[in-house]
């Protein structure tokens, strides 16, 4: 008797604590897309809405006291605040984008216009293939502010089986006031003090302070033209690849710029998660735009 009790207890004990690990699977799914497993991967297209961030950065210098990475060590980071909110998942890193202007600086990887193009886009159809319909941008470099905007009206040239969103980060006044009375200089622009103190507060490890005035970080404007654009502009202020001054860096700072940031993301993951609109009007423009005679005048 004492042995079938003791078989029963132990058989309750093995399915309920069975069924716990099922459940903790479930909860603790990663939303870093290579930490998935191939069958987790299935769960995790289903938890996020077939939604997938793709964080971008690029490998550049930034000053002579930040690395290599830091675009994209810094939007990484944003992100992981918002999934942890608001389950999505996330691309692993990439770091390809536009990045010419600083060439002439050690450890820039500047990739071919084609092959910066055809990667993003790859890698956006790959997703789709794998179940992906919605598609974030989330980008952490100055230098693909044109770009990324271009590749998503492309999304318009062919058709597409999924839709790109572009994160847009609003500072109301409330916000910039803020920053303002935590920082201490007032240019700024690349390794700054502003990019400094977000490594600062989440990579202290990879920040080299006492390097941070090593450089000039001044806006030499050697370029006067009105009503002009030139691709050699960022060259002609900042030849060093460094703007500003991120020796003042703090990590109070920091956070409060990378929280900002993901608070707003995690509004924005939410409303994309649910969103219908971009895809229905996607699909009735790529109908009428394949026979632009038919469409109702
Ligand atoms: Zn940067």
């Known amino acids: 008797m004492k042995t079938i009790i003791f078989s029963l207890v132990f058989l309750l004990f093995t399915l309920l604590s069975f069924g716990q690990t099922e459940r903790s699977a479930e909860n603790n799914l990663p939303f870093k897309m290579e930490e998935l497993t191939s069958p987790d991967f299935i769960k995790a297209v289903e938890k996020s809405g077939g939604t997938c961030i793709i964080p971008l950065g690029i490998m550049e210098k930034h000053g002579a006291h930040l690395p290599l990475g830091t675009d994209m060590i810094d939007v990484r980071e944003i992100t992981f605040r918002a999934a942890k909110q608001e389950y999505v998942i996330i691309f692993p890193p990439f770091y390809f984008g536009q990045i010419y202007e600083a060439k002439h600086q050690p450890g820039t990887m500047a990739y071919s216009p084609e092959l910066v193009w055809n990667i993003l886009e790859e ?171 038919k469409t109702e005048q």
């Not at 202020?237 to 990590?251: F, M």
């Open 123 to 293: 890698t956006c159809d790959e997703l789709n293939r794998n179940g992906i319909t919605k598609i974030i941008l989330v980008n952490g470099h100055g230098g693909n502010n044109s770009l990324l905007p271009y590749f998503c009206q492309s999304r318009l040239a062919k058709h597409k089986g999924y839709a790109v969103y572009l994160f847009q980060s609003e500072e109301s006044g409330e916000f910039r006031e803020k920053v303002r009375q935590l920082r201490k200089t007032t240019t700024g622009g690349h390794a700054d003090e502003e990019e400094t103190s977000m490594m600062l507060a989440h990579r202290p490890d990879l920040v080299h302070l006492d390097r941070a005035a090593e450089q000039s970080g001044e806006d030499l404007n050697r370029i006067d033209l009105p009503y002009t654009y030139t691709g050699i502009w960022w060259y002609a202020k900042y030849p060093n690849h460094y703007a500003g001054d991120g020796s003042y860096a703090s990590e109070e700072l920091g956070n409060l710029i990378l929280d900002h940031d993901a608070g707003q993301l995690v509004k924005m993951i939410r409303s994309v998660k649910a969103d219908k609109t971009v895809m229905e009007l996607q699909n009735e423009f790529y109908q009428k735009s394949a026979k632009p005679l």
